[in-house]
């Protein structure tokens, strides 16, 4: 069964703490807002707390996966460190068993970049069995089409840091 989740919910912007919601049946629904609002704010932890211990975070675009909920909150640093005004905005958000697929636009303005960015982006979210944290999280964009909207090269690579 499919749930569509109101999409004005999911697109708060206020950065959220560690998650802990006590009602599970509420948890899907709440970890979408959260998963937002800890991308849509400045604290990379709140990102990481949404995860299990052993969770994973794959960006397919540029080909990583960070494991546990310290590389994934360093995953959230370093976006804020190359992206300026990273943000995250919630269409659509589809549950099904232990998993929910949200769709989105990520955008930002890449640092010394001349032109900000704006894609369409898929998210898969899969869930513990009490479905309140995060096992698993896998997002799918274009970096061509980031890059291209950015007015960088397609050879681009951001700064080590």
């Not at 970890?31 to 609002?37: E, K, L, Q, S, Y």
């Amino acid at each position: 069964m499919t749930m569509l989740f109101a999409a004005a919910a999911l697109c708060a912007a206020t950065p959220t703490t560690a998650y802990a919601a006590p009602d599970a049946g509420r948890c899907p629904s709440r970890i979408v807002t959260d998963w937002a609002r800890a991308w849509n704010g400045t604290d990379p932890q709140a990102l990481g707390a949404l995860f299990t211990a052993d969770g994973t975070y794959t960006d397919e675009a540029v080909g990583m996966t960070f494991h546990g909920r310290e590389e994934i909150a360093g995953w959230k640093a370093r976006a804020d460190a190359v992206i300026d005004n990273v943000h995250v905005t919630v269409h659509a958000a589809h549950r099904g068993g232990d998993g929910i697929t949200v769709e989105a636009i990520y955008s930002g303005h890449i640092k010394g970049a001349p032109k900000p960015f704006a894609v369409p982006m898929t998210t898969l979210l899969d869930l513990d069995k009490n479905r309140c944290r995060i096992t698993s999280d896998q997002d799918h964009y274009s970096l061509a089409t980031v890059l291209s909207q950015s007015g960088l090269p397609a050879d681009w690579t951001p700064p080590a840091l």
